[in-house]
Nanobody, 123 residues
Framework: QVQLVESGGGLVQPGESLRLSCTASESTPSNHAIGWFRQAPGKEREEISCITGGGITYYTDSMRGRFTISRDNAKKAVYLDMNSLTSEDTAVYYC?????????????????WGQGTQVTVSS
């Protein structure tokens, strides 16, 4: 059974950085491909990045550069480092276990979602 918990969200000022964590439960295998997504109020869900169990990374073009995905399989954790945040980055951020990563469309390969963590960028 897969269980994922996001953490690290909060209120930050424009220009600041934030690290989100997605931690799997003890019973969850450590080699799942994991994707990060976000959804702002009134907007469609966006794909951000995906990382395979072996550490190969994929980024949505619009997210490349300011966002960095990484993982520590020993800790069963996947991270999303976000830099130069703006108000446009305000959203609920989700991690999810995916069957396979790709540059786009992997939201349709999700088989388990985390509960989400709120990120608010405001001065």
């Amino acid at each position: 059974q897969v269980q994922l918990v996001e953490s690290g969200g909060g209120l930050v000022q424009p220009g600041e950085s934030l690290r989100l964590s997605c931690t799997a439960s003890e019973s969850t295998p450590s080699n799942h491909a994991i994707g990060w997504f976000r959804q702002a109020p009134g907007k469609e869900r966006e794909e951000i990045s995906c990382i395979t169990g072996g550490g190969i990374t994929y980024y949505t073009d619009s997210m490349r550069g300011r966002f960095t995905i990484s993982r520590d399989n020993a800790k069963k954790a996947v991270y999303l480092d976000m830099n130069s945040l703006t108000s446009e980055d305000t959203a609920v951020y989700y991690c999810a276990a995916v069957r396979r990563c790709s540059f786009t469309g992997y939201q349709y390969d999700v088989y388990f979602w985390g509960q989400g963590t709120q990120v608010t960028v405001s001065s």
